[in-house]
Structures are given as C-alpha cells and as structure tokens.
C-alpha cells in the first residue's frame, strides 16, 4: 500500500495543456538558426554529392522552414494553449507541415524558373520527402517540448511542497515555550496572556496559508513584531530589535514568512546563547525595483555556538522559494563581519503603482 502511494506520489504530472517556448526573442531565435544548421550539415551528408551549391540551397530551404514555423508558433501561442494539450500540439504540428509545404512549392516553383500555379509541374516526390523529414522532427521536438513541461511542472509541485513545509513549520521548543509563557501569565497576566494566544494564532494561521503566496510587505513586518513580542516575553531584556524601514510604498510586497524565519534565526543562533543578550537590527530598503533587507546579530562565543547550531533548512527553503518565484534576480546570503552576523535578502520588485 505503502509503495503504491510513493509510486503514485513519484510519477510526473499530467500536463493539460500544450505549452510553445518563447520563439519571439532573439536567443531563442538564434537557438532554431543553429540546430536548423545543424541539421543542414546532417542532411548533407545523409546522401547525395557534398557540393557548396547544394549546401546553400538546402541552408535556405530549412532556415525558412525553421524561421517562418517559429514565427507563426510565436504569433499563435496564445491560441494553442487554449486548445488543450492534444489540440495544441496536433495545431502545432499541421502548422509547421503547412509552412513545409508552402516554402517547398515556392523554392520547387523558384528553382524550375516558374511560379505559375501550373502543379503538374510540382516535383511532389521531393516535396513528400521534405514534409515527411519536417514531420518527423517536428514529432521530436513536440516530445522535447512535452517532457521539458513535465519535468518543469514536477519540479514546481516538489518546490511548492518544500515551500509549504517551510511555512508549516515552527520550531517544537518555540511552541513549547510559547505556551509556557501563557500559562505562567495566566494566573497574573491575563490580558497579557490573551495577547500572547493572538500574536501565536496569527503566526500559526500564516504559516497555514498558501504556499508562494505573496503579501504586503507591511504584512509580514507587522507578523515579525508578533513574533518578537512572544521571545522578548522569555528573554526579557535580553532581546532588543531595532528597525530601520525606509518609506515604502504600500503596494510593495514580499513571498510570506520570509522574513520572520530570518528573524528567528538571529535571535535564536546570535540573541539565545548570549547571557547578556543583544540587539538584532533589521535594516530594509527599496529603490524603486530592488529590495534590500540586512537583518544584523551578534556573533555568540565559540563555546555557545554549538548550543544554537542550525541546519540551514530555513535558509536553503527560502533560497529556493526566492529561486521559483525570481530566478537569479534574487539572492540570499549569510556572511560574518567582524562581531556580527549579517544575512543580506536582495529580490526585485516594482510596484503597480
């Protein structure tokens, strides 16, 4: 049953619709000019004499094949992905037999000295041979195209559960600990306690919302306070957190439960091990398409860092979630300077204002 279920879990997603590449941009265009030159070189010595003439034809004859299906792929995207995943790719695969078609009657018409409609004249053997050759890599690359979407797909789905294990989690000892401190405050707190029950439901019901999502960034700083409220409970004057925010526009937003994992971090590892305690400094900027956020905690001493040592899983959850939701856009780093430790959170981002 068991291993039904990790089968079932591990099989790749069923696509329902057909998904084109981008063949509008200049990469991906210089991409179809050099495997359709490649394929020129296989064509020519595949039979026939090796000769510069024959070359250059057969160069001109696929390079417009190639262009002209790409170019009208490019114009039809839109359509095709509204056909479902059999319609778009058999739509696919008649345009580019179309285009085959016509490019070969008007280089047979060219190449006779002709361009009369007369098609008695038509070499159709060789016309057949070119759209059955154009078929069978069109095939080719439609399976190229299908599998790349899997793969693609699968990869989300394993990022979006890795995203969501990172939002479901908080820390076993912070949950123990909040409770303790609500039932400790119970008895001579009570308003004090009932705002502690707040501020930790609010952090539960984050964690339980969609993985990706993305919120205010006011949103996530307002979570990070809550959050700061219930450890400066048990640590006391132990924590301090000093804010450093920039003027940000409302709209401005950032992936949920990206900072508040950091900021655990450093008061865990740097605030934690210290008797004395120590202030973390949170430092967010925003120039209009970058966003810059430093959050700063002391180094504790080497005898205490083995009390606090973490295993990197909030970092390397919030890299790939930066990863999936920006590319290279985004980065994530953790450096030591001098008596401090400073994680660095770069990622785009523009307004709709």
Wanted: charged share 20%.
């Amino acid at each position: 049953m068991n291993d039904a279920a990790t089968s079932r879990v591990r099989q790749p997603p069923k696509l329902t619709r057909f998904v084109v590449p981008d063949l509008c941009n200049a990469p991906a265009l210089g991409i179809v000019v050099l495997v359709a030159q490649l394929l020129v070189i296989v064509l020519l010595f595949a039979g026939g004499p090796v000769t510069w003439a024959r070359f250059a034809l057969t160069s001109l004859f696929v390079q417009w094949v190639a262009l002209a299906s790409s170019g009208t792929l490019c114009l039809a995207r839109g359509r095709l992905v509204s056909l479902g995943l059999m319609g778009g790719a058999l739509a696919s695969f008649v345009i580019v037999l179309a285009v085959t078609l016509i490019v070969g009657l008007i280089s047979d018409r060219v190449l006779a000295g002709s361009l009369s409609g007369d098609v008695a004249g038509v070499h159709w053997p060789k016309i057949a041979t070119q759209m059955a050759i154009s078929g069978i890599i069109t095939g080719m690359v439609l399976r190229y195209f299908y599998v790349q979407e899997q793969l693609r797909e699968q990869e989300q789905s394993e990022l979006q559960s890795r995203i969501q294990a990172l939002q479901s989690r908080i820390r076993p000892h912070f949950l123990f600990n909040s409770m303790n401190i609500i039932a400790s405050l119970i008895p001579t707190e009570p308003d004090t306690a009932e705002s502690v029950v707040e501020d930790l439901s609010e952090l539960f019901r984050a964690s339980l919302n969609e993985a990706g999502n993305q919120v205010p960034i006011a949103e996530e700083l307002a979570l990070c306070e809550r959050y700061v409220r219930i450890e400066r409970l048990r640590l006391g004057d132990r924590l301090k957190v000093h804010w450093d925010l920039c003027d940000y526009p409302k709209s401005l937003k950032i992936p949920l439960l990206t900072l508040q994992p950091l900021l655990e971090n450093a008061i865990y590892h740097g605030i934690q091990p210290l008797p004395e305690g120590g202030t973390v400094h949170v430092k967010l900027r925003y120039d209009g398409e970058i966003v810059h956020v430093d959050i700063t905690n002391p180094v504790p001493p080497p005898e205490s860092r083995g009390l606090s040592k973490g295993n990197q899983m909030a970092i390397n959850n919030i890299k790939s979630r930066l990863s999936v939701l920006y590319g290279n856009g985004a980065a994530l780093d953790v450096e030591e300077r001098g008596d401090f430790y400073v994680t660095t959170l770069r990622y785009p981002f523009r307004t709709d204002g």
